[in-house]
């Protein structure tokens, strides 16, 4: 199975700032690559597929980028609604595999 | 607009069997595959299984196979998983996902249900 990992774990920030998570593949996994944020209690929100490209309705300060084994996720001006914890997912092969999260708080 | 609706969980003994459904509405079910995916509490997302929009295609987590089977009824728009063999590590909210690719062997998620919590325990 393809091992997902993030960095860092949490983070915490300020409103305005700008957050960069980062995502890993044990293998090779091309673009297949998708970001999720949950809020406590809530189900998750699906924010970019092939590793770049934006869920319909999804703002712009979002953005991802990377290829092959290495990704990452950016926010540019973190907003209050912002504050969540952030999973990656690699949809190559099966079984579709989940990174640990990255929880941002303030 | 996409509604996904989970139903079915609550809280069952270890070594019994479970069905959780999920009603899908707002696409056309028939197009796109389907997945579930999983959250033991304070816990990360675990991706369980999904189902491509024809049956045709089934796929499972190496912690569930042989013991959960995911299913569908095209005519109902109604994704199914049959939970047996039922484990303390299954307790978790039961999140039902759509695919974003038609009429395709999986792909990512565009759209989540709420979820539905299964507890294991005697």
């Known amino acids: 199975d393809i091992q997902m990992t993030q960095s860092p774990s949490s983070l915490s920030a300020s409103v305005g700032d700008r957050v960069t998570i980062t995502c890993r593949a044990s293998?090779?996994?091309?673009?297949?690559l998708a970001w999720f944020q949950q809020k406590p209690g809530k189900a998750p929100r699906s924010l970019i597929y092939?590793?770049?490209s934006l869920q319909s309705g999804v703002p712009s300060k979002f953005s991802g980028s990377g290829s092959g084994t290495d990704f990452t996720l950016t926010i540019s001006s973190l907003q209050p609604e912002d504050f969540a914890t952030y999973y990656c997912?690699?949809?190559?092969?099966?079984?579709?595999?989940f990174g640990p999260g990255t929880k941002v708080d303030i | 607009q996409v509604q996904l609706v989970e139903s079915g969980g609550g809280v069952v003994q270890p070594g019994r069997s479970l069905r959780l459904s999920c009603a899908a509405s707002?696409?056309?079910?028939?197009?796109?595959?389907m997945h579930w995916v999983r959250q033991a509490p304070g816990k990360g997302l675990e991706w369980v299984a999904f189902?491509?929009?024809?049956?045709?295609?089934?796929y499972y987590a190496d912690s569930v196979k042989g013991r959960f089977t995911i299913s569908r009824d095209n005519s109902k728009n109604t994704l199914y998983v049959q939970m047996n063999s039922l484990r303390g590590e299954d307790t978790a909210i039961y999140y039902c996902?759509?695919?974003?690719?038609?009429?395709?062997?999986?792909?990512?998620?565009?759209?989540w249900g709420q979820g539905t919590l299964v507890t294991v325990s005697s």
């Open positions: 189902i491509s929009y024809d049956e045709s295609n089934k």
């Open positions: 996902a759509k695919d974003s690719l038609r009429i395709a062997a999986g792909g990512d998620i565009d759209y």
């Open positions: 092939a590793a770049s």
């Open positions: 293998q090779d996994i091309y673009i297949y």
């Open positions: 707002g696409f056309i079910f028939s197009d796109y595959g």
């Open positions: 997912q690699q949809y190559n092969t099966y079984p579709f595999t």
